[in-house]
Nanobody
Framework: QVQVVESGGGLVQAGGSLRLSCAAS????????MGWFRQAPGKEREFVAA????????TYEDSVTGRFTISRDNAKNTVYLQMNSLKAEDTAVYYC?????????????????????WGQGTQVTVSS
């Protein structure tokens, strides 16, 4: 069982930066795929970024590539999402998700259905 808790959201001006954190409990964090998703009002939840259990593999949604960076610290059971050059369209609730999996598939990791554990989300609002 893994529990994940997001933090770090807030209000920021366009062009600014935020770093989201996702703290996970449980012994399987270091062997878990971790992902970030987001959901804007009236829209479907969408994939943002994912990182393999070792940190060696990452995948990003096209619109955040070059602006967002996902990373993890297995010693701290934490995954991060550094968000730079934020835009108004990045406004959403951001969710952290986990799956106990030591494999990696850059297509599969973009699918919300494969993740077993989800946090409650943290709001990110970018003002233009």
């Amino acid at each position: 069982q893994v529990q994940v808790v997001e933090s770090g959201g807030g209000l920021v001006q366009a062009g600014g930066s935020l770093r989201l954190s996702c703290a996970a409990s449980g012994r399987t964090f270091s062997t878990s795929l971790m992902g970030w998703f987001r959901q804007a009002p009236g829209k479907e939840r969408e994939f943002v970024a994912a990182i393999s259990w070792s940190g060696a593999d990452t995948t990003y949604e096209d619109s955040v590539t070059g602006r967002f960076t996902i990373s993890r610290d297995n010693a701290k059971n934490t995954v991060y999402l550094q968000m730079n050059s934020l835009k108004a369209e990045d406004t959403a609730v951001y969710y952290c998700a986990a799956k106990h999996w030591t494999g990696y598939n850059s297509v599969a990791v973009t699918t919300a259905a494969i993740y077993d554990y989800w946090g409650q989300g943290t709001q990110v609002t970018v003002s233009s």
